[in-house]
């Protein structure tokens, strides 16, 4: 009895520690499903109370206990928005200061908030805070993007104190989410294998997931991450949130499952060799977080994010793209001007809109005839093309087709005019050796005259061909022995190199809004949604092996919209054109192959494909995907995707098993149809000379019915790829 007098004394007492009392301030940042809500107490402490469901009575966000009501939190700062190190946290920071006078705490309270209506549904919500003892502020922004149901959170730090302070940290957020239990999916990889998945179980302590790459995110990691709360994820059920952050350099991202058992996630730009030195009066913009939270699973999640990335983020996300035939595997280095125009015939002939040039066009002194020399003089090699660009562009036209180019303006061989003239602008240190990532190094892009020089590159190219269709940019180094021999704070170079390519690109935008320009970096090394804002298209990697990028582009396909996803038809791996066709249509199609080479019937289908994807790439770019069957547990994948207003639908399955019998034994459910249309099923892609299996029937389908029962769409180790219609029969 004295036992249970106990408990119930001390679950009254936690209660009461917990819950909001009658004075708190609540700011709730809400999409249409989702609601992150901020406590502010009598102290003016702001502490995160709610990441979920949005409420249908907003009052009741007062009732939300803290931290889960789970226990006692010594510090009462478990769960702060923007947890300042130093004072009386215990936990992983968000933000760490060492202030001019050396003092290295930092208290935050709130000051007040601000929201505003900005257009098509979105509405920025500021919450202003500052350190009671320093001129020092930290302003956090939340943008909701309601009918998408994404946040992007983001923060700026200023003071006005005597000297320059350093930031030793300075995350993009700090979330915190009770639950009973936390996995998180992440992805890792190398070049050439982009995007394989683990899930693992979060235990209390800190997983961190970071690269200190220089250049770019990704290489071994890309930033974005999804975690299921409770269980598992699953495709259409479930809570899962999805984060991603937008920034292409060295980025951390902390988990961090609390005493409480709580998850605290905080995401930024890497700590390791940065801490900034910030001068008074100046302020920092951190990057920006992006996450959705999602109740229908993976599925749901990807959804709103594509839906974002069209509408708000990637340049013309709800236009069109160019399908185009690259030169890269179809000659390497090896080619000249006959050649080419050769090529370009071929696309035509092919179908294709663009002419993609890749690697191998520059450098005379040091003509690019490998990856050893040449990067960095942007003038044409005289040798291979003699009449220039402009008359390349203008036989590409005559062809009937535009004309795109590769650029790598970011990097330098050490064998190159610009090495010579300006080995200032390179990124090394005097008294180490150079040590090489493809034979090159990196341009200082936080020095000003390179961002001059990197913007000329582009600026001069476009001016000279102002018809030039496509520019396909490259980014293959990382950052070896790092130091600038401009730059006043050493550690301050990670950053500010990210932030100088940011503002090429951005002056480069405001000149060039709409030209089409792809995001490579040796294959899928800088998939971000930083540098996404500037690419209207990204490559996933150098890997074209229709089998695995079956894995590659599901992995992407998390975070990504389709309309991004760079697919070419290439020579790698050893499946029938059919297959390989297939599955790069599953994104943005393009080839990477010698036209000519192909037999008749190859060259048939190609052709026949191009024009079936013009009028079904609309539902692929544009539509909502539905992951139905995944490579990691099927002998097939399968993915569908819905148009808007659910009448039409491109459904692919492939087999990714080659055992006996391997093959969709069963009806695949489809999804996001409406129950109350009826539909036909249509094969697409049917090879020349063969028939289709599913083509003779002329059964209509209620949705309810291919949604509860389902369809097989008979993929075998005789049909190895299907690609269906699903159109509605009014
Ligand atoms: C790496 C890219 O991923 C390839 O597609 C190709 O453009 C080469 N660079 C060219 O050097």
Known sequence: ?????????????????????????HIAIETRQTALVIRVDKDQSPTLVHLGSKLRNAAEYAAIPARGKRGEDYTD?????????GSRNLLEPAIQVTHADGNPSLDLKYIRHESQSMADGVVLTKVYLKDPQYPFEVTLYYKAYQNEDVIEQWSTIRHTEKKSITLHKYASANLYIPAQNYYLTHFHGDWANEMNPSEIPLTEGIKILDSKLGTRADLFQPPSFLVSLNKPAEEEQGEVIAGTLSWSGNYQLAFEVDPLHNLRIIPGINPYASAYSLAPGTEFTTPAFLFTYSDKGKGGA????????????????????????????????????????????????????????????FGNKYPRNNDRAGLGDWQENVKKLPHGLGYLVKEAENAGIKFGIWLEPEMVSPKSELYEKHP?????????????????????????????????VVNDLMTKNPTLGFIKWDCNAVIYNAFSATIQNQSNLYVDYVQGLYKVLDRLRAKYPTLPMMLCSGGGGRVDYGALKYFTEYWPSDNTDAQERIFIQWNYSYFFPSIASCNHVTDWGKQPIKFRTDVAMMGKLGYDIVVSKLTEEELTFSQQALKTYEGIKNIIWKGDLYRLASPYTNDVASSMYVSESRDRAVWFTYLVNSRYKAGSQAPIKL????????????????????????????????????????????????????????????
């Open 1 to 25: 009895m004295k036992q249970l007098c106990l408990s119930v004394l001390f679950v009254f007492f936690i209660t009461l520690i917990t819950k909001a009392a009658p004075g708190d301030v």
């Open 424 to 456: 200032d602008w390179v990124i090394k240190l005097a008294n180490r050796s150079e040590y090489y990532f493809r034979n090159q190094l990196v341009l200082d892009l936080s020095n000003p005259k390179v961002q001059d020089f990197v913007y000329g």
């Open 77 to 85: 700062i478990y769960n702060s928005v923007y947890t300042p190190a």
């Open 302 to 361: 990807s959804r709103s994010l594509h839906r974002w990335a069209r509408k708000h983020r990637i340049p013309q996300g709800e236009g069109n793209r160019l399908t185009l035939l690259n030169n890269w595997e179809a000659t390497y280095f090896d080619f000249n001007e006959e050649k080419l125009s050769a090529l370009f015939k071929d696309g035509k002939k092919l179908g294709v809109d663009l002419f993609l040039l890749d690697d191998g066009w």
């Open 671 to 730: 999804n996001g149809l409406d129950p109350a249309k009826n539909y036909r099923i249509r094969e697409l892609n049917v090879y020349p000379g063969t028939t289709s299996r599913i083509n003779t029937s002329t059964t209509t389908y209620s949705g309810n019915y291919l949604m509860a029962i389902g369809f097989n769409p008979q993929v075998d180790t005789r049909r190895t790829s299907v690609v269906l219609e699903v159109n509605e029969v009014k």
